[in-house]
Nanobody
Framework: QLVESGGGLVHPGGSLRLSCTAS????????IAWFRQAPGKEREGVSC????????YYADSVKGRFTIARDSAKNTVYLQMNSLKPEDTGVYYC????????????????????WGQGTQVTVSS
């Protein structure tokens, strides 16, 4: 089970840190990714971290502003979001799967079988 937290309302230019805590997750999961969905838009991949080697991947729209990191002891993955923009508004979901994912396809929703319920992020003045 994946549980997201840390969402909220923030002004443009502000920061938030989202958490994705996995309970009962097998230790051999392949990757954990963050997705987001804005109203009226499709869900899109934001970032991903590979368990085996810690490799990280980001959508072009968030590179240089967002950082994904993990705390294996706490079974938690974080998404640090800085310099937030109104277009970052949406519901943020974390997702994972046991199966290996082609690394150039990390942002495809179909590769992930387990999803959290999401946390709302609103960037507005």
């Amino acid at each position: 089970q994946l549980v997201e937290s840390g969402g909220g309302l923030v002004h443009p230019g502000g920061s938030l840190r989202l958490s994705c805590t996995a309970s009962g997750l097998p230790l051999d999961y392949y990757a954990i990714a963050w997705f987001r969905q804005a109203p009226g838009k499709e869900r899109e991949g934001v970032s991903c971290i590979i368990r085996s080697d810690g490799s990280t991947y980001y959508a072009d729209s968030v590179k240089g502003r967002f950082t994904i990191a993990r705390d294996s002891a706490k079974n938690t993955v974080y998404l640090q979001m800085n310099s937030l923009k109104p277009e970052d508004t949406g519901v943020y979901y974390c997702a994972t799967d046991l199966q290996a994912i082609p690394r150039d396809e990390w942002s495809l929703m179909g590769h992930y079988g387990s999803w959290g319920q999401g946390t709302q992020v609103t960037v507005s003045s």
